[in-house]
């Protein structure tokens, strides 16, 4: 597997060294130098899961620290990146990552679309951060009242089409939220069952993800943000 690894690495690194990548290791050791703000980067996934929801709780709480968002963190990241979590979130603009985990520029890298999707598109942009950064964490994060989960539902009761692309969305998540369409908490409980969908795709999908999560590099969980309260919880 290590072979295959580096043979994977080779793709992102021809023609010269991408600035900040990180060597493939059994601990996910953290780039030198490297901080949150508050402490070195978290280098295990339960570090990582600590800090973000560290950052969420101080978010909610109305004091946050607002880490690395100062023009001499983005001229220190500008040669190289070292994130330290994967988000694969809902492009809603109710649910920005850096800043309901109380995070900044260089602490993680963001995956944004309706639904919080995983298609090859997405699943590629993951794994090319898996293979560059060895991120201790990947985090799939749904949130209340999500408008593609709800569309989905709407459509699927209705008996009607999207209107053009968005019916490749309502496509996309029509297996996962059918068993919901009668309950009358339809939507919260297709949006958690969706979280927990994607966050199993990422895994048996991606041969770089579940060999990352085999040899415990990495972990992948599911989270959900309440749009009322601000909070960050996992979705089991």
């Known amino acids: 597997m290590l072979h295959s690894s580096l043979r994977r690495r080779a793709l992102f690194t021809a023609g010269g060294a991408v600035a900040g990548s990180v060597a493939l290791t059994g601990s996910a050791v953290a780039a030198p130098g490297h901080s949150t703000g508050a402490g070195p980067t978290p280098g295990t996934p339960r570090e990582a899961l600590e800090a973000i929801l560290a950052g969420n709780r101080r978010f909610a709480a109305g004091h946050p620290r607002h880490p690395h968002d100062t023009l001499a963190r983005v001229r220190e990241t500008a040669t190289g990146q070292h994130p330290y979590v994967v988000v694969l979130g809902c492009a809603d603009s109710r649910v920005p990552p850096e800043v309901l985990f109380d995070q900044g520029v260089g602490d993680l890298f963001d995956n ?19 293979e560059e950064f060895t991120p201790p964490l990947i985090v799939v994060l749904g949130h209340e009242r999500c408008g593609a989960v709800s569309a989905t539902l709407t459509a699927i009761r209705s008996g009607t089409s999207a209107p053009g ?47 990352s999560v085999e040899h415990g590099r990495t972990a992948v969980v599911g989270a959900r943000y309440d749009l009322e309260t601000g909070r960050v919880t996992l979705v089991h």
């Open 112 to 130: 944004r679309v309706a639904g919080n999707i995983v298609d090859d598109l997405l699943l590629g942009s993951v794994e090319y951060a898996v």
């Open 165 to 211: 692309h968005i019916g490749a969305i309502v496509e996309a998540l029509r297996p996962i939220v059918t068993p919901f369409v009668n309950d009358p908490d339809g939507v919260e409980l297709a949006v958690r069952a969706n979280v927990r969908a994607q966050a199993t795709a990422l895994v048996e999908t991606s041969d770089i993800v579940r060999e």
